[in-house]
């Protein structure tokens, strides 16, 4: 059994301009030790999905899923006190911005000290050591303990906190965009560090990010989103060679790779739908150029072509849909929005 | 401003940047001799219709740069030249007009943009600064500048909000504003890192354009390296201050001579997961601050140094392709 199993998530935020449907019919297993990338453009409901998992949506949150089973336990429905005991222990947030994660008057070491406090009863004495062995763990000099955070550069600061997300041994990592914002130097150390850990101690990861370069180093397994659905979702490797999606294939080739420094960048013309109610059509139809009149009337569903899961009408001819991606022409057609 | 096609827009000589010397806070805190060299005798050239890629991790001095280019500060030592002109020898009457030169695209255009101005005034607001008091031929040079920035049909823009606009559109409204003085030269700081991957390029093969079309030339800061051949002539490489490599491009990304360029490359991200990141190679030396002030500046990291390292500084060396590498293991031959 999956370790992390999700069935038709949905998510919808109410807001003053009416309700905003972040994330739609969403299904997806990672097995235990595996790493999940998820990949998208802002808004496509990625770091929604990722919140959902921690039980940390805001109020305005209304969720409602088949199944959302982390460990063979549903979150869904859990006590507050339960979803406590779980978190930390189980599975363990690694936020973005490193800078306002930690507190600004406190050392790491107090702040370690709290969480572990908050969540084990015994053991305290331990605590420095693992402390400690964590902080060399990330390549941090384990004397920055003693220091606040204002002390330590962004990328020792988001490697502090990846160490104290570790504290209590959680089974999954979920990392929202940890690298984004940091240079290139400090985002490789960054990257090792997460490589290690998966490694060495069999961490389940959840990767969010909108950098496909980032994910496809660190994932075993990729979900491209849009607009708040799965377009495509399958192993990284056979998802990036072959692309069967022709969101993922124009989003591949949006992104730059240091490989081929000259190879020129697409622009995706026009811009994701509004995310209102569930979606009734494809929701890439108005951006690609191969959409027909059955991309706009049904919604495709999540099927395995060739060794990948892809919602795309026309996913079989995802060879001659690659091949006309070669020519700038076929974009002519999309119109700007 | 007539001239040739080589005709230098901007030259940096020998510009040094120290901060912390004699400040008020130097007392306040007790430390008095806490001077930090942001920037150490940086040489640059950049002519019209070319691009210049400045690349360096954060603390590289990148911004300190541009800053400088901008006449935001004042360099310490050195010489910094807009169009022939030395900035320092200039009247006051002269400098209000280089800041009608230079102009600025900043990385994020949600903070960037005031959200109480329509687009329209946003972009027009330059002109009235500077004496265009024709509101009829204000607006008419916006809806130019909006056009050619590729927001059309510009009439539908002049009258929207910030917040009514994608994250690419309000670039467009950024970069729109940044050309309708018709500047000489354009620093932009990061201009796509904030923006979707989706709509990155479209702003990068605007710029290229812009700059190609009107005879610009234009700064581009960045650390993805990735980028840089997407848009740039020659790329300019910082540690710590000082230049570590500079020349054509291409030829730095696909050849790259110093081994700080090299860390640089190796750090990037590539999608692919079969792919091996090349090991990150210890320091040749541990060394101490002192060795860094006195030697190369990245004797502190070089997997590559020598003794020498540690006591001289490297001088630059021109190369056979025109590029300069300050490393004592480079030869120009």
Redesign the interface.
């Known amino acids: 059994m999956a370790y992390l199993s999700i069935r038709d998530l949905s998510v919808a935020y109410r807001s003053r301009h009416g309700r905003v449907l972040a994330a739609d019919r969403i299904s997806l297993d990672v097995e235990k030790g595996g790493s999940l990338g998820l990949v998208g453009e802002s808004g496509c409901g990625k770091s929604t999905l990722a919140t959902a998992l921690l039980g940390l949506l805001p109020k305005e949150a209304e969720v409602t899923a088949e199944a959302l089973d982390l460990n063979g336990e549903s979150l869904l429905g859990i006590s507050a006190e339960r979803l406590r005991e779980r978190r930390w222990n189980e599975v363990a947030y690694v936020p973005q911005g490193a800078a306002v994660a930690l507190s600004p008057v406190t050392t790491l070491h107090r702040q370690f000290t709290e969480t572990w406090n908050a969540h084990r009863k015994e053991g305290r004495d331990v605590l420095l050591t693992k402390a400690r062995e964590l902080f060399q763990e990330v390549d941090l000099d384990p004397d920055w303990l003693k220091s606040f955070p204002h002390q330590l550069s962004g990328g020792m600061r988001q490697r502090a906190i990846i160490a104290l997300a570790l504290l209590l041994q959680p089974e999954l990592l979920v990392a929202d965009e940890p690298t984004t914002g940091l240079d290139v130097i400090v985002q490789r150390q960054v990257l090792d560090v997460l490589k290690r850990l998966q490694r060495d101690h069999d961490t389940t990861l959840v990767f969010v990010s909108h950098d496909i370069a980032v994910v496809a180093e660190l994932c075993k397994s990729l979900a491209v989103m849009y607009a708040g659905r799965i377009v495509e979702l399958g192993e990284t490797h056979a998802l990036l060679q072959a692309p069967k999606h022709p969101y993922t294939m124009a989003l591949r080739r949006s992104f730059p790779d240091i490989r081929t420094p000259e190879r020129p960048l697409l622009s995706i013309p026009g811009r994701p739908p509004a995310l209102g109610a569930s979606a009734t059509s494809c929701v890439f139809a108005d951006r690609c150029p191969f959409a027909e009149r059955k991309c706009r009337e049904t919604v495709p569903p999540l099927r395995e072509v060739g060794g990948v899961n892809v919602a795309c009408h026309f996913a079989e001819s995802a060879g001659e849909m690659a091949e006309a991606f070669r020519s700038e022409a076929i974009w002519a057609e999309v119109k700007e929005v | 401003m007539s001239g040739t096609q080589s005709e230098s827009i901007l030259e940096l000589r020998e510009i040094s940047k120290v901060f912390g010397r004699g400040s008020a806070f130097s007392g306040l805190f007790g430390k008095g001799s806490s001077e930090i060299k942001a920037l150490d005798r940086v040489s640059l050239s950049l002519s019209r219709g070319k691009v210049l890629g400045l690349v360096g ?2 603390g590289s001095g990148k911004s300190t740069l541009a800053n400088i280019v901008l006449g935001l500060e004042t360099p310490t030592e050195g010489h910094l030249l807009v169009e022939g002109q030395d900035l320092a020898a200039i009247s006051r009457a002269a400098r209000r007009n280089f800041r009608t030169r230079v102009q600025m695209i900043f990385q994020d255009p949600h903070g960037s943009l005031n959200p109480r101005f329509t687009v329209g005034r946003t972009v027009g607001e330059p002109l009235l600064v500077n004496g265009v008091s024709d509101a009829e031929e204000r607006q008419k040079r916006v809806l130019a500048a909006l056009e050619d920035a590729e927001l059309r049909p510009a009439e539908a823009f002049v009258d929207r909000f910030p917040h009514e606009l ?2 690419g559109q309000r670039q467009r409204v950024a970069i729109a504003r940044a050309i309708i003085l018709e500047p000489a030269l354009l620093v932009a700081d990061e201009p796509v890192s904030m923006l ?7 702003i ?2 605007l710029l290229r354009r812009l700059v190609d079309e009107r005879q610009m030339a234009m700064v581009f800061i960045t ?8 848009i740039c002539d020659d790329v300019a490489i910082l540690f710590r201050g000082c230049l570590a490599e500079a020349g054509e491009a ?1 030829s730095v ?2 050849k790259p001579e110093h081994p700080y360029t090299r ?13 091996v ?1 090349p090991d ?1 190679m210890a320091p040749a030396f541990t060394t101490t601050a002192e060795d860094a002030r006195q030697g190369c500046p990245f004797v502190v990291r070089c997997p590559e140094a020598r003794e020498v390292c540690r006591s001289t500084y490297p001088a630059s060396l021109e190369l056979a392709d025109g590029r300069r590498v300050a490393c004592h293991n480079v030869k120009t031959s």
């Open positions: 991790e954060s994608s994250g979707d991957v989706s709509v990155r390029a479209g990068l093969t650390h993805d390296l990735s980028l840089i051949c997407q291409l990304m696909m860390e640089l490359l190796a750090a990037v991200p590539v999608p692919d997961p079969d792919y990141a990150r």
